[in-house]
């Protein structure tokens, strides 16, 4: 009986043992990194958004987490401003300000020992608001679309923790603004957007 015993917990305690590890080795490569980053924002073709306005200026933050080797998620937040270059184009509108997130999962892959670049790829969120020159209020628009990109990552310390971070992403705009006519219809609701960021990324 005693014999059975030492068997039946010797077996228990050598599949927690093997659980942990593989726990261990998973989890080993969870890491998480927050990215404080500017950004200059631009429309690219013919369309309201790069009629309307000059570049798009902005400042945020950025969350990611690594979960399994190279791959990770991340979420961007950046609050955009800009002025008007063209008023009878954008309407009885002033300066608009845009939240902007963007959510994404990335691929890192490793150059050197302190480069590193990140591929992305997500989805994006916006919220423009524009005040009527009258001062009655305020115009608001949402809007969404997909995103991807790339970043350029340098080391800055040998343990790794601080890093600068280059990126340059295309952002899909669709505001699902309705009209008879598909042209103007495009001309106002769709959009590509280039942003180029720069971040301090600090790694825990």
Known sequence: MIKKSILFFTVI????V??????????ENVKFSIDPHVKVMTSLGNNFLSESFDYFYG??????????KNFGLGVEYTYFLATVKESNKFGYLGAPAMNNFDWYVFHKDKITEEFFVEEILGYSTYRMKSPFLDNSGKFTEGNGGLNFGGKAIYVLDVEGVQEVVLG???????????????????YYSKATLLNISLAYRFNF
């Open 13 to 16: 305690f050598s599949i927690s």
């Open 59 to 68: 400042f945020g933050v950025g969350l990611n987490t690594n979960l399994y």
């Open 168 to 186: 340059a992403k295309l952002n899909f705009y669709n505001s699902k603004i309705g009209n008879q006519n598909p042209d103007i219809e495009k």
């Open 18 to 27: 093997s659980a942990q590890r593989r726990k261990q080795n998973w989890t």
